[in-house]
């Protein structure tokens, strides 16, 4: 059942107080905080701190709801490489693997769990993160069914959707968000960090190319290893594979734009693992 949320006017006092929040994240995001009772925060297991939104965790908090930290995508990483301070630090968490299929029914326990602490007739649960984390994924997996859509290109979910996991506990899903601030910013450093962390896909960024540049100075050994290099510098990475999948322009150069994002596009799937 895939359902568009609306949100009636009675809704509007509350929105009031909120205010001030309204330049610190979109308005989708707020609402879904506003709304609901417990949040599950979706982080990719790998890179757990990049892809938190502290500004988001604060405004949760002070509202007193829940958080529920989800480590996804545990399958492209060893979970016992997650130190135990930072574990310890996000309590309650889940590890969870969509892809394998993993730690669905935990985490659907405990939020039915966390949900019968809460004394009303129906509990909301919003799913939030960075684009690209798996939001939709979690919730497939909760349901047990493709109900909410995924896509490999991060931003994929547009709009707030409303998904029923049990009679009383409504997931909603939401588009993802990378922290305004952060955003904004044209600052290649930044840009590169959430092509990182596949917030931002290798078909949604401008210089592909220095993109791949700045991982591969970071993770040579993960780069050289995946595509076999022996050299260490990226142009010989990029001319090596624009040959090998012909990945030509005119006068048979290699093509290095297209070629850097088939890199990228293998990073951000997790072929290339650095961990
Ligand atoms: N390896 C791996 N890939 C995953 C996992 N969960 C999701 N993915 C992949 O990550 C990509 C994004 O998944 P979505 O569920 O669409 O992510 P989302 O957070 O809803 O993305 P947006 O709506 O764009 O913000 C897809 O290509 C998924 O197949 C996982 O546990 N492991
Ligand atoms: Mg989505």
């Given at each position: 059942m895939r359902v568009r949320y609306s949100f009636s006017s009675r809704h509007t006092g509350r929105l009031k107080n909120i205010k001030k929040q309204r330049e610190k994240f979109p308005n989708l995001l707020r609402k879904v905080i506003e709304f609901s009772d417990i949040i599950l925060e979706i982080l990719d297991a790998r890179f757990i701190d990049e892809t938190r939104n502290l500004v988001i965790e604060e405004a949760i908090k002070e509202r007193d709801k829940i958080i529920i930290y989800i480590f996804?995508?545990?399958?492209?990483?060893?979970?016992?490489?997650?130190?135990?301070?930072?574990?310890?630090?996000?309590?309650?968490?889940?590890?969870?693997s969509c892809q394998e299929?993993?730690?669905?029914?935990?985490?659907?326990?405990?939020?039915?769990?966390?949900?019968?602490?809460?004394?009303?007739?129906?509990?909301?649960?919003?799913?939030?993160?960075?684009?690209?984390?798996?939001?939709?994924?979690?919730?497939?997996?909760?349901?047990?069914?493709?109900?909410?859509?995924?896509g490999k290109e991060a931003g994929f979910t547009k709009g707030i959707q409303k998904l029923k996991l049990t009679e009383n506990i409504i997931l909603l899903d939401s588009p993802g968000v990378i922290p305004t601030a952060k955003y904004s910013s044209k600052e290649i450093g930044a840009i590169a960090e959430h092509a990182k962390v596949g917030a931002r896909t290798y078909d949604r960024v401008k210089d592909a190319e220095m993109i791949v540049a700045r991982l591969f100075r970071v993770y040579t050994k993960a780069f050289q290893d995946f595509y076999k290099l022996k050299k260490d510098n990226v142009e010989e990475l990029i001319e090596q594979l624009g040959r090998q999948k012909n990945i030509l322009k005119k006068g048979n150069e290699v093509d290095a734009d297209k070629t850097s994002r088939v890199i990228l596009k293998d990073w951000q799937e997790g072929k290339i693992s650095p961990f």
């Open positions: 996804n995508k545990i399958d492209l990483i060893d979970k016992e490489k997650i130190s135990k301070e930072k574990l310890h630090n996000l309590l309650p968490y889940a590890f969870i299929h993993r730690g669905g029914k935990y985490l659907r326990n405990k939020i039915k769990a966390e949900a019968k602490k809460i004394n009303k007739e129906k509990v909301i649960v919003g799913v939030i993160g960075y684009p690209n984390t798996g939001k939709s994924s979690v919730i497939n997996l909760l349901i047990g069914k493709s109900s909410a859509k995924t």
